[in-house]
């Protein structure tokens, strides 16, 4: 009778071990030659169990010894890596909602704001309504908590409402500033086509008074032109987004330069008159200025030139601009030698050398070369009247 052993040990038994575990749990049994023995154990060998009882690939006892106690850690740390590595996450995460529901940020850039706003009011919504009113019948909420819940959705309807209300007075802001600054931007979209300015200096005013503009008050021409301006650039803040860059610094003083011209020319005067009366007091104030002051925000665009048109760059400064601006009728310089030579003192680089402390200083280099060609031009000037 054969006798099968359905278990056995994980490393496989040895041929004379197995022979003594055969006769101790049937002493009848008769004794066979180890291979008669070992042929009929293979017989009974599944493939993992002839895995472990291949005697020809058994490692050595400390190799083994030492693979088994590594085995059970690396074991499990690779169950773990591929539990984590087959496991499906989700595309996104879920979303939470607290028990106040209203954000903190409550619109986003590419959300739809009025509907967003819609949606905070509960008054809008009929879940909002059905809810409250079953809340009235049911028997298993507590008024505290009912009335708890009333008072949220009260706060959210009026949060939303506030939300409107101020969405409102912002859009009434935009269309009053925008209205404002029309006439501003149109201005702009002449003064960049070619030739306007000097169509607008020589040119004759359509509306202008038959008073002289000597009787006019220039300071206060200045002062209500400053005051204009602070005001636009005080709405025109309001609405911009980000700070100011050279392009917008830029803008303003080419504004300053002719809401100068629009005023004077309102009051009965001349813009050519205004733009010498203002170059004289910007010089008056430079030249008074002490040397010893630190460094100013003076910029090429907004230092004083002999030019009609606004001056933006070097290329601006032109011989041509230069005697226009002397050589003008309407204006009060005009054939007078003492006011040249005044002006090729003023212009000297001794003279200039006490004013650019008040300049930035990225644009000193730019204003000297400018001066040289204001100096050149007033020189040729007084040769013409010699």
């Given at each position: 009778?054969?006798?099968?052993?359905?278990?056995?040990?994980?490393?496989?038994?040895?041929?004379?071990?197995?022979?003594?575990?055969?006769?101790?749990?049937?002493?009848?049994?008769?004794?066979?030659?180890?291979?008669?023995?070992?042929?009929?154990?293979?017989?009974?060998?599944?493939?993992?169990?002839?895995?472990?009882?291949?005697?020809?690939?058994?490692?050595?006892?400390?190799?083994?010894?030492?693979?088994?106690?590594?085995?059970?850690?690396?074991?499990?740390?690779?169950?773990?890596?591929?539990?984590?590595?087959?496991?499906?996450?989700?595309?996104?995460?879920?979303?939470?909602?607290?028990?106040?529901?209203?954000?903190?940020?409550?619109?986003?850039?590419?959300?739809?704001?009025?509907?967003?706003?819609?949606?905070?009011?509960?008054?809008?919504?009929?879940?909002?309504?059905?809810?409250?009113?079953?809340?009235?019948?049911?028997?298993?909420?507590?008024?505290?908590?009912?009335?708890?819940?009333?008072?949220?959705?009260?706060?959210?309807?009026?949060?939303?409402?506030?939300?409107?209300?101020?969405?409102?007075?912002?859009?009434?802001?935009?269309?009053?500033?925008?209205?404002?600054?029309?006439?501003?931007?149109?201005?702009?979209?002449?003064?960049?086509?070619?030739?306007?300015?000097?169509?607008?200096?020589?040119?004759?005013?359509?509306?202008?008074?038959?008073?002289?503009?000597?009787?006019?008050?220039?300071?206060?021409?200045?002062?209500?032109?400053?005051?204009?301006?602070?005001?636009?650039?005080?709405?025109?803040?309001?609405?911009?987004?980000?700070?100011?860059?050279?392009?917008?610094?830029?803008?303003?003083?080419q504004t300053q330069f002719h809401t100068l011209q629009i005023v004077a020319m309102k009051r009965g005067g001349s813009g050519v008159a205004a733009i010498q009366n203002h170059y004289e007091y910007k010089w008056s104030r430079f030249i008074n200025q002490s040397t010893s002051e630190p460094v100013g925000g003076t910029r090429l665009y907004t230092f004083p030139w002999p030019s009609l048109t606004f001056v933006a760059t070097l290329d601006d400064i032109t011989e041509f601009r230069v005697r226009h601006f002397f050589l003008n009728p309407e204006g009060h310089l005009a054939n007078r030698r003492d006011v040249l030579e005044?002006?090729?003192?003023?212009?000297?680089?001794?003279?200039?050398?006490?004013?650019?402390?008040?300049?930035?200083?990225?644009?000193?280099?730019?204003?000297?070369?400018?001066?040289?060609?204001?100096?050149?031009?007033?020189?040729?000037?007084?040769?013409?009247?010699?």
């Amino acid at each position: 009778m054969e006798f099968h052993l359905p278990i056995l040990a994980a490393h496989g038994p040895r041929l004379a071990d197995l022979q003594k575990i055969i006769r101790a749990a049937n002493p009848k049994a008769e004794a066979r030659p180890a291979r008669k023995i070992q042929r009929t154990f293979s017989a009974t060998k599944t493939a993992k169990v002839a895995k472990h009882t291949d005697f020809t690939k058994r490692p050595a006892s400390s190799q083994r010894k030492e693979s088994r106690t590594e085995d059970a850690r690396v074991a499990l740390r690779r169950r773990r890596q591929r539990i984590n590595l087959n496991r499906k996450l989700p595309a996104v995460n879920p979303d939470f909602q607290p028990k106040n529901p209203v954000p903190k940020k409550i619109f986003k850039p590419n959300d739809h704001i009025e509907k967003c706003i819609a949606s905070l009011n509960s008054n809008h919504l009929f879940i909002f309504a059905a809810h409250r009113n079953q809340q009235a019948f049911d028997s298993n909420s507590r008024r505290m908590a009912i009335r708890k819940r009333n008072a949220e959705m009260n706060e959210h309807d009026q949060m939303a409402d506030k939300l409107r209300l101020n969405r409102a007075l912002d859009e009434q802001k935009e269309r009053e500033i925008a209205a404002i600054m029309a006439p501003v931007d149109e201005r702009y979209r002449l003064i960049r086509q070619p030739g306007y300015f000097d169509q607008l200096n020589v040119g004759q005013e359509t509306a202008r008074p038959q008073e002289s503009s000597s009787n006019i008050d220039y300071t206060a021409v200045f002062t209500e032109t400053m005051n204009t301006l602070s005001g636009l650039r005080r709405e025109y803040a309001a609405v911009q987004v980000g700070p100011e860059t050279e392009s917008d610094l830029v803008r303003w003083a080419q504004t300053q330069f002719h809401t100068l011209q629009i005023v004077a020319m309102k009051r009965g005067g001349s813009g050519v008159a205004a733009i010498q009366n203002h170059y004289e007091y910007k010089w008056s104030r430079f030249i008074n200025q002490s040397t010893s002051e630190p460094v100013g925000g003076t910029r090429l665009y907004t230092f004083p030139w002999p030019s009609l048109t606004f001056v933006a760059t070097l290329d601006d400064i032109t011989e041509f601009r230069v005697r226009h601006f002397f050589l003008n009728p309407e204006g009060h310089l005009a054939n007078r030698r003492d006011v040249l030579e005044a002006e090729l003192v003023k212009w000297h680089p001794g003279t200039l050398a006490k004013v650019l402390h008040l300049v930035i200083e990225e644009d000193r280099e730019s204003i000297q070369k400018g001066a040289e060609a204001v100096v050149e031009s007033i020189v040729g000037l007084l040769q013409e009247y010699s």
